[in-house]
């Protein structure tokens, strides 16, 4: 029995992500994706923080700049969640990095175009290459699995 139980376990944590074209139709919002974008609402609102205590022309270009990353960001953890991710441990761990990473951001956001530059920076490439490993490993996937499917991905996934 435990040695079932610790090769179920084991699944949960390491399945692949789910194939391009693999659908859940009754697929819902848990409320761990829910928290996910709560966390983004907080990075941002650091960002807005900071505009709200300097409104100059320079301070604008800043936010916007800042809230475009996130953007970014966003889209691309929720587009991999959304397309690939699945009811598991491996999914959801991915996404507890992500919000990690993200509450780092959070912490750099207040002076990322001055003195917390260097550490949104990197944290932010923190990020990336987390969703790069992410993306890489279905794109393996997709060419174990359906070899034939999107053959002029490679030139963009790298």
């Known amino acids: 029995m435990a040695g079932r139980t610790k090769s179920q376990f084991k699944r949960w944590l390491s399945s692949p992500p789910r194939p391009h074209g693999d659908i859940i139709t009754d697929r819902a919002v848990s409320n761990l994706e829910l928290f996910y974008d709560l966390v983004y609402v907080a990075v941002i609102a650091q960002a807005a923080h900071q505009l709200a205590l300097d409104v100059s022309l320079e301070s604008v270009a800043e936010f916007v700049v800042l809230f ?27 996404v507890f990095f992500q919000m990690g990473i993200m509450a780092l951001l959070a912490a750099f956001t207040a002076g990322a175009a001055g003195p917390n530059g260097e550490g949104f920076g ?9 969703m790069a490993w992410n993306w890489h490993g279905v794109r393996q996937l997709d060419r174990a699995v359906r070899p034939a499917v999107r053959p002029g991905t490679p030139a963009y996934a790298g």
């Open 68 to 94: 475009a990353m996130m953007w970014i960001a966003w889209i691309n953890g929720s587009l991999y969640v959304e397309l690939h991710g699945r009811d598991d441990g491996r999914t959801r761990m991915l």
């Open 122 to 130: 990197l944290a932010y490439a923190a990020f990336l290459a987390l």
